[in-house]
């Protein structure tokens, strides 16, 4: 869930400390003028392969955005765009929180993005959660700051009245977010951020490693409090480890010590980029989008051109909008689940639910069809039983089965 949907605004200010022709700007400046949402109907899984087949799994309330496998019960918690926070039995749904009231939803890439289980979850009972902060519709002065915050769970369920805001990231745009969070199981944590929205980085944050947007962050936790792995700079840069991103919307890491980034692009271009997980890169973004030179007038035909700046890192895949193709959905690196998915990182295109594999030899990469599920892909998932799970952007959630 990647771009923008065009929208007209009518603003009437009669008193207000941000002028009528400041909200057009911001509003205008979220739009991205070769991008129309689709619209939002319950297409259900029907994979085009042999090979593969689906069934409903569960059912959320909303956009589900990322599950995990719980560390001591045999359950999976699914966190929903809509701020709801659900465990899942196999047989039973059952609310776990409800973020509702501290998160923004005024647009189709906000509210609740991430979570994840502290290191030490079976001593500390503590998961971190990612969201864009509430925030007024319509406009005012903080359009869609990115949060992390940490929240206890006692038993079995979030209480509120625990949470902290550990950090917060302004934007000036609603879109282009990131949000997911994944734990090191070392205590240390990556979050990735967007590059503050808007088309074309209007901002320049892609470029600039000192502002966070368009980053991966990498951070530790503990005691209630989030503190840089770094110490390069002695302040917020050392949070830095990866930049030039545009909306890392999903990413993974395999048992290599990878970093699988499937980065959202503009116009024209998807990509996933592969590094040492904490070997500091440049995406390139937005100098670059997936291997080509970026330019916003550009009719999409260009050839690759040849990277000729060492310090940017080019994708290791890239695919282009054509066949219905719009937006990037990151999944995992598979070391579970389907035994003809095993040992490659899997990805899938939100507008047309094509889903993919990446493979490596002696060659290089190798990218290959796997089939189209037909449905709005937003994520994927583990199961309980390490089923491979298709999240749909209407709140199904899908297990895709070798037939």
């Known amino acids: 869930m990647n771009h923008n949907k065009a929208f007209i605004i009518v603003v009437v200010l009669l008193s207000a400390s941000v002028s009528g022709y400041e909200l057009y700007q911001r509003y205008n400046a979220e739009e991205e003028p070769r991008f129309q949402w689709p619209d939002k109907v319950d297409i259900p899984c029907n994979p085009d392969s042999t090979e593969f087949d689906c069934e409903v799994y569960a059912q959320v309330s909303s956009t589900p955005v990322k599950s995990l496998q719980h560390p001591t019960n045999n359950e999976i918690w699914i966190a929903a765009l809509n701020g709801i926070i659900a465990s899942w039995d196999g047989t039973t749904m059952t609310e776990i929180g409800n973020l509702s009231d501290v998160i923004s939803n005024c647009h189709n890439e906000q509210g609740l993005l991430g979570f994840e289980f502290t290191h030490d979850f079976s001593s500390s009972q503590e998961i971190l959660l990612s969201y864009t902060e509430n925030a007024d519709c319509e406009g005012g002065s903080n359009l869609s700051g990115m949060v992390i915050a940490s929240v206890e769970v006692v038993d079995n369920k979030i209480n509120m009245n625990s949470l902290v805001e550990l950090r917060t990231i302004a934007k000036e745009n609603r879109n282009h977010n990131g949000g997911n969070l994944h734990s090191l199981n070392d205590g240390t944590y990556l979050w990735s951020l967007g590059d503050g929205g808007g088309s074309s980085d209007p901002y320049g944050n892609g470029q600039n490693v000192h502002n966070p947007l368009g980053t991966i962050q990498y951070f530790s936790y503990g005691d209630k409090m989030i503190e840089p792995v770094f ?173």
């Open 231 to 403: 110490d390069n700079y002695g302040n917020d840069t050392d949070y830095v480890l990866h930049h030039g991103l545009r909306n890392p919307w999903k990413f993974d890491t395999d048992n290599q010590g990878r970093l699988w980034i499937a980065d959202v692009g503009q116009y024209c271009f998807e990509e996933v980029n592969v590094v040492p997980m904490l070997t500091q890169s440049n995406f390139g973004w937005s100098e670059r989008e997936g291997m080509h030179i970026y330019d916003p007038s550009d009719d999409c035909s260009s050839p690759p051109d040849a990277l000729t700046d060492s310090s940017l890192t080019d994708p290791i895949i890239e695919y282009p909008h054509v066949g219905g193709n719009c937006s990037i959905t990151g999944g995992f690196w598979m070391d579970w689940g389907p035994n003809s998915l095993q040992n490659s990182y899997i990805y899938g295109d939100f507008c047309t639910g094509s889903i993919w594999q990446i493979t490596e030899s002696s060659n290089g990469f190798e990218s290959n069809y796997v089939t189209s599920v037909g449905t709005y892909i937003t994520g994927f998932g583990q199961g309980i039983n390490n089923e491979l799970l298709i999240f749909s952007w209407t709140g199904e959630i899908y297990n895709l089965f070798e037939s």
